[in-house]
């Protein structure tokens, strides 16, 4: 079982920046970002792989990067131009499978281990 604690949430004015990490026990193949706002489904918001392939959902793109530090065990979500619709709990998460980024990156079911999250709010 791989443990994940994210950190560098917070709130900030739309247009601001924040940086987001996850550093977890074990390397896995694939590593995700997930978001859940109240009343919402969790969505996935951007997905990476071992050699740093990567996807996201269109509703970030151009403005979210992720990405990943294997030395190190951390995983990154640099998130800029921020929007109040950006506001969510936001999740990292590992899978050990090398299949997801060709398919089904962005559904939780995919995913087997969980971080417990960290606020982002965004005001305009």
């Known amino acids: 079982q791989v443990q994940l604690v994210e950190s560098g949430g917070g709130s900030v004015q739309s247009g601001g920046s924040l940086r987001l990490s996850c550093v977890y026990t074990?390397?896995?193949?694939?590593m995700g970002w997930f978001r859940q706002a109240p009343g919402k489904e969790r969505e996935g918001v951007a997905a990476?792989?071992?050699?740093?392939?990567?996807r996201s959902t269109d509703s970030v793109k151009g403005r979210f990067t992720i990405s990943r530090d294997n030395a190190k065990n951390t995983l990154f979500l640099q998130m800029n131009s921020l929007k109040p619709e950006d506001t969510a709990m936001y999740y990292c998460?590992?899978?050990?499978?090398?299949?997801?980024?060709?398919?089904?990156?962005?559904?939780?079911?995919?995913?087997?281990?969980w971080g417990q999250g960290t606020q982002v709010t965004v005001s305009s």
């Open positions: 998460a590992a899978a050990d499978r090398s299949d997801l980024l060709s398919g089904t990156w962005y559904n939780p079911r995919a995913y087997n281990s």
């Open positions: 074990r390397n896995r193949f694939t």
């Open positions: 990476i792989d071992i050699w740093s392939a990567t």
